[in-house]
């Protein structure tokens, strides 16, 4: 079993709608949780860290359920810049390595 | 926040040779990590950077094939060395402004083709 898992994709979806990715992660001793949005041919930049009350930016929202050691990312009112892979990053607890899921591309049609 | 650098952005190159790219860090930052990766995969962690000893490497990862140097808290250098095509990926170097596990962040990256 991978350390974190995502759904690949690609998410095709219209301008507008709400769209939404999970990840799972297997190590319970994980302690931090990302989400980072990485354009085509560019690295990987920090969308949102993700908290056990869950937290919300903007159209951005992102959830943890720890008994299930399960994350989620919804995005409402989608944009075509919303277009990208989003990468799920879960930080292994009393150390510095993040381990990065595969990713799920999304792409915003117009 | 900091201004993380990286070179080459791309580079293509023969079998069997060898390839250091450097990464500048515009201010003093504790934790630096370089990254690999591999076409349609996700990010691996190769090492951390460690400033005036070897560094850490991870597993799969050894320090002959990646030979990584850090001699300031502002520059880290990996090697790709004795290359072959399977080492064709993206490099990462990234950092972490202090000590908790916060936001990380990424250099450009080096794109690595080898034939």
């Known amino acids: 079993r991978k350390e974190v898992e995502q759904d690949p994709g690609p998410f095709n979806v219209p301008e507008g709608a709400t769209v939404a990715f999970n990840c799972t992660y297997s190590n319970s001793a994980s302690q931090s949780f990302f989400w980072y949005r990485q354009d085509c041919r560019k690295e990987p930049k920090l969308l949102m860290s993700v908290y056990s009350s869950g937290n919300e930016d903007g159209r951005f929202t992102a959830q943890l359920n720890r008994a299930s050691q399960y994350i989620s990312l919804l995005i409402r009112d989608s944009k075509l810049s919303d277009s990208a892979t989003y990468l799920c990053v879960v930080n292994e607890g009393g150390t510095y390595k993040y381990i990065f899921g595969t990713g799920t591309r999304l792409k915003v049609l117009a | 926040s900091a201004v993380i650098s990286q070179k080459p952005s791309r580079d293509i190159c023969q079998r069997g040779t060898s390839l250091t790219i450097q990464c500048q860090v515009d201010?003093?930052?504790?934790?630096m990590f370089w990254y690999r990766q591999q076409p349609g995969q996700s990010l691996t962690l190769i090492a951390t950077?460690?400033?005036?000893?070897?560094?850490?490497?991870e597993s799969g990862f050894v320090i002959d094939k990646f030979p990584i140097s850090r001699p300031n808290l502002t520059f880290s250098t990996l090697t790709v060395s004795n290359m072959s095509p399977e080492d064709s990926s993206i490099y990462l170097c990234?950092?972490?402004?202090?000590?908790?596990?916060?936001?990380?962040?990424f250099g450009e990256g080096s794109r690595l083709t080898v034939l």
């Open positions: 990234s950092f972490l402004p202090g000590l908790n596990t916060g936001e990380l962040f």
């Open positions: 201010s003093q930052v504790t934790m």
């Open positions: 950077a460690n400033q005036g000893s070897e560094a850490t490497y």
